[in-house]
């Protein structure tokens, strides 16, 4: 019943910016994390950012300085900030929540392609 659903994909020219979202239904507690992740075509799906239930975030090598990820508490709402885009980045992006607490989950969107080409 609790449902992630991701939203702002699209096609983007490089160097270009992008600002995806997911919103939560459902839920009636605070995810203790939050994340972003993508997976290209014909490659393994790989994290992008994450951020916890206090605001610590981590990020890919690949897209530090380029990406910022936000959330929105206590509504379970969670922005990834795309700038500068490459034609690497193009991929179906999916949003995550995960956590121990009252008992572990792991939680998928079903995702939003981003396509970066001139």
């Known amino acids: 019943q609790v449902r992630l659903e991701e939203s702002g994909g699209g096609l983007v020219h490089p160097g270009g910016s992008l600002k995806l979202s997911c919103v939560t239904s459902?839920?009636?507690?605070?995810?203790?994390?939050m994340g972003w992740y993508r997976q290209a075509q014909g490659r393994e799906r790989e994290q992008v950012a994450t951020?916890?239930?206090?605001?610590?975030?981590t990020y890919a090598d690949s897209v530090k300085g380029r990406f910022i990820i936000s959330r929105r508490n206590p509504v379970n709402t969670v922005n990834l900030e795309m700038n500068n885009l490459k034609p690497e980045d193009q991929a179906v992006y999916y949003c995550?929540?995960?956590?121990?607490?009252?008992?572990?989950?792991?939680?998928w969107g079903q995702g939003t392609q981003v396509t970066v080409s001139s």
């Open positions: 459902g839920s009636k507690w605070s995810f203790e994390n």
């Open positions: 951020i916890n239930s206090g605001g610590r975030t």
């Open positions: 995550n929540a995960n956590g121990k607490w009252p008992k572990d989950y792991n939680i």
